[in-house]
């Protein structure tokens, strides 16, 4: 099963495949999301889950800490949507604008 995304406040909205996490997705259909490891240890995809749901397959990540996680953060490399989502994320706001 698919789900859509939407990167809130920018035009960017994508198609997350079954099987896939929401980073591989995003690099895959050339949205410039912003990402380091892609392991879940460093946090530079963390993001804000505005809706929907998602899920850590290979158990909670290192670098989303509880108190991260209750206030609604996610990481974006090994976080596999379960519904369709909303995200926000923080380097992506209003004024961003990708690099040429």
Known sequence: MAYNVK????????????????????????IPVPWGCGGGVCGVCMSQLVSGTLSYPDGDPLALFEED???????LCVGYPQSD????????????EPFA
């Open 7 to 30: 990167i809130k406040n920018t035009p960017y909205h994508f198609t997350v495949d079954a099987g896939e996490s929401l980073l591989q997705a995003a690099l895959r259909q050339d």
């Open 69 to 75: 996680a209750a206030d609604g953060k996610c990481l």
């Open 85 to 96: 989502v909303v995200l926000e994320v923080p380097e992506m706001g209003e004024n961003w």
